[in-house]
């Protein structure tokens, strides 16, 4: 069995593949730190099971499989969440994950599943991977040699007749992203929302141009390629988190204008505005006070937290009190001290354990940090506490 693990903590990833591969030396087991780093390994290996961290840097793991299912539909999902995620987590089964993982992972709950992932691949015929398989090279088979085609150059002795009789009037649907930067998740967004919109509305399929650009050949009747582009426009703004452009040819009658009608494109793209989510610097805030709000235990560095929701520290800061009213290191410390408030109630841990769960290593620092802010040490909180149910258990 094939499996990728998706999780931005080291530890973690490491230890489930440690498990796994102690206990199923026969599986073969990818590692991801990241949404943009699965969906690279999703386009090259066969994958059968996926366990993915359910809140990480850049995209949620929600948002991953609700993207990738469409042209991964037999890759089985189990999400990793902590227990403040669960929501999310009932969100993951809904929506068609297999199962869930709450943080701290045991180790016989992890080979429980993957046993029983192993068992179900073993029932699913050799005929249906291997056919699998087949579907996924002729794609990017396609895609090399119709690439190569529409740049004008050599493709050898390969036929491209079964393709021209397939599409004897079509539009080029051409959408441009502004990075300097690698963009694979980006790829693999646009990827599968275009194709995805073109299986509702007609039929064609979609190629990547080059590290900036995808283009889709589609076949669909006028009026619906305007309810494509719509659909299109709508999907890019809520998924990608840099600007983009969409641009569209005229219909075309004669496969042979392909080459020249993409350079048309191409130069058109220059003087063609941009677009992004007006709304991206609330959901990239919401999604940043999640993150936090998950991992109160972790690194909460400006440029951690920065990095989770792809924007610049110095932007991100900005943009945090903006939207909140508050600065981010500030934020952050009410944020864990009140989680420490709720921790103390707790008269079985000790000081120390309340710091470390909220992500301070030094109770010293802790301690002070809390009489900054309520006046009182934690000792004292929670000698306040306890006076306060012995007074209410007398007056019982």
């Known amino acids: 069995m094939n499996i990728l693990v998706v999780d931005d903590e080291n530890v973690i990833r490491s230890g489930i593949k440690r498990t796994i591969q102690t206990h199923c030396p026969e599986c073969r087991i990818w590692l991801a730190a990241s949404a943009d780093e699965a969906v690279v390994q999703l386009r090259n290996e066969p994958i059968d099971l996926l366990l993915s961290d359910i809140m990480m840097p850049g995209m949620s793991g929600l948002e991953l499989m609700k993207l990738a299912k469409p042209q991964h539909p037999h890759v089985r999902w189990v999400f990793i969440s902590a227990r403040s995620e669960f929501a999310y987590a009932q969100e993951a089964l809904r929506l068609g994950a297999r199962d869930y993982l709450l943080k701290p992972i045991g180790k016989e709950r992890i080979l429980e599943l993957v046993e029983r992932f192993q068992e179900e691949l073993r029932l699913e015929s050799e005929q249906t991977r291997a ?38 009037s079509f539009y080029l649907v051409m959408i441009t992203m502004d990075a300097d930067c690698p ?26 141009y080059d590290a900036q650009s995808l283009l889709g ?20 703004r809520q998924y990608l988190r840099i600007p983009f452009q969409v641009i569209s040819s005229e219909l075309i009658e004669d496969f042979n204008l392909v080459p020249a009608e993409i350079r048309r494109l ?33 690194d909460l560095s400006l440029e951690r937290v920065a990095s989770v929701v792809y924007l610049n520290p110095v932007y991100f800061s900005q943009l945090f009190k903006q939207k909140t009213g508050q600065g981010y290191k500030e934020f952050v410390i009410q944020l864990r001290l009140e989680q420490a408030k709720r921790l103390l109630h707790n008269p079985s841990l000790k000081l120390a354990d309340v710091a470390e769960r909220i992500g301070y290593q030094d109770l010293r620092h802790f301690s002070q940090q809390f009489r900054k802010r309520f006046s009182l040490t934690p000792s004292e909180y929670r000698q306040q506490l306890q006076a306060n149910s012995a007074q209410l258990n007398g007056n019982g």
């Open 131 to 168: 056919e699998r398989g087949l579907s996924m090279n002729l794609k990017y088979l396609r895609e090399a040699v119709f690439q190569r085609w529409a740049a004008g150059l050599d493709i050898g002795n390969f036929d491209m007749k079964s393709l021209i009789e397939a599409f004897t």
């Open 183 to 208: 963009v694979h998740l980006e790829h693999f967004i646009i990827d599968n929302v275009l194709t995805e919109l073109i299986d509702r509305y007609g039929q064609g399929f979609v190629i990547s």
């Open 217 to 236: 050949m589609i076949t669909v009747p006028e009026p619906s390629l305007s309810l494509l582009m719509n659909d299109l426009r709508s999907h890019l």
């Open 266 to 298: 191409r130069q058109a793209s220059h003087s063609h505005m941009y677009e992004q989510d007006e709304r991206g610097g609330d959901r990239a805030i919401e999604t940043a006070i999640q993150y936090i709000k998950s991992h109160f235990n972790e």
